[in-house]
């Protein structure tokens, strides 16, 4: 990445947000540097998904959790034919499970294991973001190796030939026209449907060192997360810095995600804050259940409609049934908190 940040610094601060890297060659997430203290970060929460009536969970070095009513299960190299214990994005693509680590791509159908690696034509092994598109097509961002489609059955690498003028990927998400958004290391782009080139679409702040880490779309609304300066917002061609001063529990924000009733959620350093139009911000801390306040993921569920986030050193998932709260504490360290039998039962409105 463009960033470059001494090796202590980058340990602290970057590990496991997908923000920053070594001076070359080095990269955090790099399973050839394997004593940089990153025992201390195993339990991070990386990634969370919801697939075939469990919700799985992705750690910074403990391997997979699968949660269900009947408990926990837990998955690593050692015990299944998952590459690596770092599992930094997790998405369900073409009905499988796609599982991003350090060492390329697990997919799992359920009972089924196979791999798509940088032999398969993927342009790294070390991932950041991943989904698929309405014309099917997976499209993953990778950590200093560009960005990956895989279209007709073979992948191809999106360079500087196509627009894209940054390598390190953090984060990808698709608006409602189609229209494909990108926030690299320093930078944000877009693609339109109709055209094969990208183009760069960042706001003023960003030419500071913001650091996006995130992005998603709200209706025609998008929004940008940063590490150092906040949010941003896209919208007919427009770029605002929303008023959100004492909104957000922190202007570093780690992770965004939208939910099915308009609500942008948006995790920091120091707690969760949402947003509705007719609501205004709401902050989410200790008082609503959350233990350790720096959230490093957020994934909304459409199918059964819960909000899951996960946090940094203490490893925690928590679950949100109802837009007001409270977060529910479901697992710390890879433990189960109390009783998983709630999640046979509906969502509460």
Not at 23 to 32: F, K, S
Not at 37 to 63: D, M, P
Not at 252 to 277: C, E, F, M
């Amino acid at each position: 990445m463009v960033m470059r940040v001494t090796a202590i610094v980058a340990v602290i601060l970057g590990v496991l947000s997908p923000v920053f890297a070594f001076a070359a060659p080095l990269v955090i997430g790099d399973p050839e540097v394997p004593d940089l203290g990153l025992e201390k970060f195993k339990n991070v929460i990386r990634a969370v998904c919801e697939y075939q009536g469990r919700t799985w969970v992705g750690t910074y070095g403990a391997g997979l959790y699968s949660i269900g009513p009947d408990g926990v299960n837990r998955y690593t190299r050692e015990n299944s034919p998952l590459l690596e214990n770092r599992v930094n994005v997790l998405d369900v693509c073409r009905g499988n499970l796609w599982i991003g680590t350090c060492a390329g791509f697990s997919i799992f159908d359920g009972k089924t294991w196979r791999a798509q690696t940088a032999r398969d034509g993927v342009s790294g092994n070390i991932y950041h973001a991943i989904l698929v598109d309405p014309q099917d097509r997976v499209w993953a961002g990778t950590a200093g190796n560009w960005l990956s489609v895989l279209e007709s059955g073979h992948w191809r690498t999106v360079k500087t030939d196509q627009g894209l003028m940054e390598d390190w990927i953090n984060a990808l998400a698709l608006d409602p026209s189609g229209t494909l958004w990108v926030a690299t290391a320093n930078r944000v782009f877009r693609k339109t449907p109709f055209s094969p080139q990208f183009h760069e679409e960042g706001p003023n702040w960003l030419k500071l060192p913001a650091a996006p880490t995130s992005v998603a779309c709200r209706g025609n609304e998008v929004w940008v997360g940063s590490a150092f300066a906040g949010l941003a917002m896209h919208q007919n061609g427009v770029w605002y810095q929303p008023p959100v001063k004492g909104a957000l529990p922190s202007i570093q924000v780690n992770a965004l995600a939208t939910d099915g009733s308009s609500r942008l959620w948006v995790g920091t350093a120091k707690g969760i804050a949402s947003y509705h139009p007719q609501e205004g911000w709401k902050t989410f801390g200790t008082k609503d259940g959350l233990v350790d306040l720096n959230i490093r993921t957020l994934y909304f569920s459409r199918g059964s409609g819960r909000l899951w986030a996960g946090s940094f050193l203490d490893g925690w998932v928590y679950v949100l049934e109802r837009p007001k709260g409270p977060f529910q504490p479901v697992l710390h360290a890879g433990v189960p908190v109390g009783s998983l039998g709630w999640m046979t039962r509906k969502r509460r409105e």
